[in-house]
């Protein structure tokens, strides 16, 4: 009989599938949104509307300040990148990388498990239709489960949390059959780095690309409104 | 000639001898205090005078809200434990343990390090004179620098970013010793769990019997004013 899980919720496709997931499992899902300072404050919004849409026990809303370390397109003035061959895997890791992001998302993930006694953390990251993010890769995700299990009480204790990846081997395509099999509604998810004043997408930059894509080789229609 | 570093401060004695340690190597040293919401706010103040009086290049305080996770007597509103035999290493990991307070400094500290090209993070702690946290152990060291090598741009990229914890293995007394011989003033460091209204040290909690006993084996003059 599963526990508590804490589900990483940033209010994307991934994260909204991964947090139906773990229900599906039956755990008690806490969902965890980080506010890292982040330039798209309308994923904060989708991560609410997708918590309670999907009946989380409980969403909490925790503050990062990663903008005040700068770095990133995501969070200081850079441009966010825009073209029309965006959403291309490339070689080289791209302006809209949060240095360690991920590692102090589930650093934080990993501490509220610790707290409320939850056995398993979740992250919807994919390595496959992805940004050539460093940190969403499965040898990434196994350096995480080994600090999970050397610093943690629980680890140390005998029953490190277990850190939980599902879909980092999933083309996004997959994520979105799967979360419509367990009800996820894809008009409440959030994923364009750069949206209009009045929260549209604004259709160009690499997360919507991947976006569209998944959609279209999901073959279900898109509920995204793009600003073009 | 070593480049620039990241040194985590909480304006304890490790953490100040080791940005001491870092400057004496050569470094141009990046402090960085994280503000989890601890209760001793001295604390914050205690870093600022060691990064000015060690003249670190930089010292950045971020935000991380640690407390909204709960879970420890650090951050809400359990007691301090305290007792006349607190100070001795048990087989426990104690109540002021903060789930995952390191593993969340260090991914700040490799975030910011990406940010600004530092080849070091340095972080102060011991294994040695210690409370039974889980993270402050020699292998959870070395699985932070596989996350660093595998979560990490400048990882990926082939050079990642050294974790460097240069008194793992060091008794607090030996720290101490080493902090006098670069300079360390040790009259502005803070290590109180559970300071007076005065930012006085309490004498009882178990970080200061800590302290108390590395000086006192040290041979060296406590130069804390206890509140008893």
Known sequence: MPGKAVVLLSGGIDSATALALARDEGFEVYALTIDYGQRHRVELEAARRVARSLSANEHKVITAALRAVGGS????????????????????????????????????????????????VFIGVTAVDYSGYPDCRPDYIEAVQRLSDLGTKAGVEGTPIKVRAPFVNVPKSQIIRTGLRLGVDYSLTH??????????????????HFRKKAFAEAGVKDPTVYAE
Chains 1, 2 share one sequence.
Not at 83 to 99: L, M
Request: aromatic share 6%; glycine share 10%; hydrophobic share 35%.
């Open 191 to 208: 994923s364009c780095y750069d949206p209009t004043r009045d929260g549209k997408a604004c259709g160009k930059c690499d997360s919507c």
């Open 73 to 120: 397109a995501l969070t200081s003035d850079v441009d966010v990148p825009k073209s029309e061959t965006a959403g291309e895997i490339g070689e080289a890791i791209p302006a809209t990388y949060v240095p360690g992001r991920n590692t102090v998302f589930l650093a934080l993930a990993l501490s509220w498990a610790e707290a409320i006694g939850a056995t398993d």
